[in-house]
């Protein structure tokens, strides 16, 4: 079974500050098949970035991945007001099952 | 402009079937991998099921058996018919464009409530 874990569970920080978001997997992630999503409340989610490091078509470049094998990076530069959020991770390598992480919340401090 | 309606959601008692339609305007379900993905209340996301522009068809095991994934080309629709319903099947569910994998657009969901 594959699985995502993400840490931390929650993130409390300040506008302005900089977010390092974590996924790490139970195995390594073909060919960087992972995503990042970002959901607010009420509403679905959004794709932020792809390939692991690839931004989505809007995101803004504050917003950044990184990561092979089995850990990967969200990171996000300077936070604005409207970045608070629960964000979540995704492989897509195996493409007959996907897997989505527990999610991590960022709030605000 | 991409946009999916999902619809179909609703109260359904344990053992019972629903089947969930999602219409889509501004690409076409034949030619596109097409996705459902759940969400129980106050938790994470939880990938059901795709079915490929090819008909090909894949589900999470939690729902192997039970649900079928569909699409009706000439309605531009996809559907999911969910059978046997368990109380773990609530969750608002979202249908959503599958690029290989990564899901890019959704729609905003239709809620299902299974209980007795």
């Known amino acids: 079974e594959f699985v995502l874990t993400q840490s931390p569970g929650t993130l409390s920080l300040s506008p302005g500050e900089r977010a390092t978001l974590s996924c790490r997997a139970s195995q390594s992630v073909s060919s960087s098949y992972l995503a990042w999503y970002q959901q607010k409340p009420g509403q679905a989610p959004r794709l932020l970035i792809y390939?692991?490091?690839s931004r989505a078509t809007g995101i803004p470049d504050r917003f950044s991945g990184s990561g092979s094998g089995t850990d990967f990076t969200l990171t996000i530069s300077r936070l604005e007001p409207e970045d608070f959020a629960v964000y979540y991770c995704q492989q897509y390598g195996s493409t007959t099952q996907y897997t989505f992480g527990q999610g991590t919340k960022l709030e605000i401090k | 402009e991409v946009q999916l309606v999902e619809s179909g959601g609703g109260l359904i008692q344990p053992g019972g079937s629903l089947r969930l339609s999602c219409a889509v305007s501004?690409?076409?379900?034949?030619?596109?991998?097409v996705s459902w993905v759940r969400q129980a209340p106050g938790k994470g996301l939880e990938w059901v099921s795709v079915?490929?522009?090819?008909?090909?068809?894949y589900y999470a095991d939690s729902v192997k058996g039970r649900f079928i994934i569909s699409r009706e080309n000439s309605k531009n629709t996809l559907y999911l018919q969910m059978n046997d319903l368990r109380v773990e099947d609530t969750a608002v569910y979202y249908c959503?464009?599958?690029?290989?994998?990564?899901?890019?657009?959704w729609g905003q969901g239709t809620l299902v409530t299974v209980s007795s």
């Open positions: 390939g692991a490091s």
């Open positions: 959503a464009r599958d690029l290989m994998g990564m899901i890019d657009f």
């Open positions: 501004g690409f076409s379900v034949s030619h596109n991998y």
């Open positions: 079915i490929y522009s090819g008909d090909r068809t």
